[in-house]
């Protein structure tokens, strides 16, 4: 196993592992279809289409950016202005609920979940959207703010001790003495076909993408991407693996340095849990237990992981702002990462970055916490969307 590390001279730390079990030379494997399948993403997208104020969100081209870097294009997918609820969680977590509540078998008595903050948000408008009462569980590191935008869809907020792989632990629990049902975007034993929805709503996302780009035509060769516990970058896996087969774009996950439990795994072969605080500014990357069936497929899907540090976050947001775009702490993460291996001479070997790249990233939320992104950035962002509308 190679893994790579800036030199010293670097303006930020970061750590990329190739992936030696990729397979780049098959068509997508049919026992992955279970799990995710363009079939499957395109009930998604229907439903998701039918919701009142659906609309795809914008692909920003960033030709300076491309320069800047030396490759060929930048294009960045802006999540900030999904359903008003500033994260491309919308997808996920509101299209499992709807589906909950139009089951055959009757909705269930409540909704729950664990929550660094946008799916709990994505939870709670799905629930108060279909009439079912929602309690979401946040760990001691979730801010307040995420923790009062996800009351103001009708929420109960539980704040419990530990981090959020812990929180997971204590919603579960709690859910199986009440009877209540746990909406997760991770799965474990015995749990599988809710995360299984909430990641099949974000291939919305990446369909969008490649449809804003040019479609078959003009695919990016490039995908960099967050990891958290792996849903969002599964969901881009396997969109793009089932599209493109062996000619797809290599994806790269790119996750915090402190809370790497997907980069570790691709080390170590295996899955690999972390324990501890896994305290980033990433907050909604902080997990330390990658999700089973996202494993599943980036574990041969994937081509390399990367774990960056918390000191490349706001400049790279400012960069955005500075282009009257608007990424929050965890969604520009994969533009970090890009910003890193596009100026390390070994990574951008590695990954293949040259002037004729075409890089596709996902801005996977916008300013969920405003005073914190205010504070990053040095103004907010009302005023980076202001200056770019002027």
């Not at 170590?268 to 069936?293: F, K, N, Q, W």
């Amino acid at each position: 196993m190679t893994v790579l590390f800036t030199p010293s001279g670097a303006p930020w730390p970061a750590r990329l592992v190739p992936n030696p079990r990729v397979d780049r030379g098959s068509e997508y494997p049919a026992a992955l279809r279970p799990i995710l399948s363009l079939d499957a993403e395109a009930v998604a997208a229907r439903e998701v289409a039918s919701w009142p104020g659906y609309a795809p969100t914008p692909l920003r081209d960033l030709p300076g950016l491309a320069h800047a870097l030396g490759i060929g294009a930048v294009t960045f997918k802006e999540e900030q202005h999904r359903f008003g609820l500033r994260s491309f969680k919308a997808l996920g977590g509101a299209y499992a609920v709807k589906k909950l509540a139009a089951a055959t078998a009757g909705p269930p008595a409540a909704v729950c979940c664990a929550t660094d903050g946008n799916h709990g948000r994505s939870v709670a408008w799905g629930a108060r959207a279909s009439g079912l009462r929602c309690v979401i569980y946040v760990h001691e590191g979730v801010s307040e703010g995420r923790a009062e935008a996800i009351r103001a869809f009708g929420a109960e907020v539980r704040r419990v001790p530990g981090n959020y792989d812990d929180s997971v632990r204590i919603a579960a629990a709690d859910a199986a003495r009440e009877g209540w049902t746990v909406v997760s975007d991770t799965s474990w034993e015995g749990y599988q076909d809710i995360p299984r929805d909430v990641m099949q709503g974000y291939g919305v996302m990446v369909g969008e993408a490649i449809a804003q780009g040019g479609g078959a035509a003009r695919p990016p060769t490039h995908v960099f991407v967050q990891g958290g516990v792996g849903g969002v970058a599964a969901a881009t896996v396997a969109h793009l693996w089932e599209r493109f087969g062996a000619t797809r774009p290599r994806v790269i996950v790119v996750e915090p340095d402190k809370a790497d439990c997907l980069t570790r795994s691709a080390e170590a072969g295996r899955v690999v849990h972390l324990a501890g605080d896994l305290d980033t500014i990433m907050a909604g990357l902080s997990c330390g237990e990658p999700s089973p069936l996202a494993w599943a497929v980036l574990d041969p899907g994937a081509d390399a992981f990367m774990a960056i540090g918390d000191a490349a976050i706001a400049p790279a947001m400012r960069s955005l702002a500075a282009l009257g775009v608007v990424g929050g702490e965890s969604g520009v993460a994969g533009l970090a990462g890009l910003e890193i291996a596009s100026r390390d001479p070994a990574m951008r070997a590695t990954l293949g970055l040259d002037a004729t790249s075409r890089v596709l990233l996902f801005g996977t939320e916008g300013a969920t916490d405003p005073a914190l992104y205010a504070e990053l950035v040095g103004e907010s962002a009302e005023d980076v969307m202001a200056r770019a509308a002027a």
